[in-house]
Nanobody
Framework: QVQLVESGGGLVQAGGSLRLSCAASGRTFSTYYVAWSRQAPGKEREFVARIAWSSGSTSYADSVKGRFTISRDNAKKTVYLEMNSLKPEDTAVYYC???????????????WGQGTQVTVSS
């Protein structure tokens, strides 16, 4: 239904910045929420940030609040995650996901990308 492709990951020093992109294609017109989550080796996937596509309303995990910003470009059908003041603890594979329902939790979203690696060196 909806295809999502993450990009923009890479290696950055602690304190640096990185911007991730999540490009959507397919039948995206009904998407309600798009969320970023991340997973480090040996750990469970955790929520990072969420944006409501229509209103632009955002929410963040406490661990990234004040450092990360989620946004979207309607024309490009792309959601971004701007990451500032990066810490080694931010090292993980970052995923974007979307869903047409405003009631599902992020982990149950129907459309997922393949992820992009972010590595923060100390």
């Amino acid at each position: 239904q909806v295809q999502l492709v993450e990009s923009g990951g890479g290696l950055v020093q602690a304190g640096g910045s990185l911007r991730l992109s999540c490009a959507a294609s397919g039948r995206t017109f009904s998407t309600y929420y798009v969320a970023w989550s991340r997973q480090a080796p040996g750990k469970e996937r955790e929520f990072v940030a969420r944006i409501a596509w229509s209103s632009g309303s955002t929410s963040y995990a406490d661990s990234v609040k004040g450092r990360f910003t989620i946004s979207r470009d309607n024309a490009k059908k792309t959601v971004y995650l701007e990451m500032n003041s990066l810490k080694p603890e931010d090292t993980a594979v970052y995923y974007c996901a979307g869903d047409s329902s405003p009631f599902r939790t992020w982990s149950a979203y129907g459309d997922w990308g393949q992820g992009t690696q972010v590595t923060v060196s100390s």
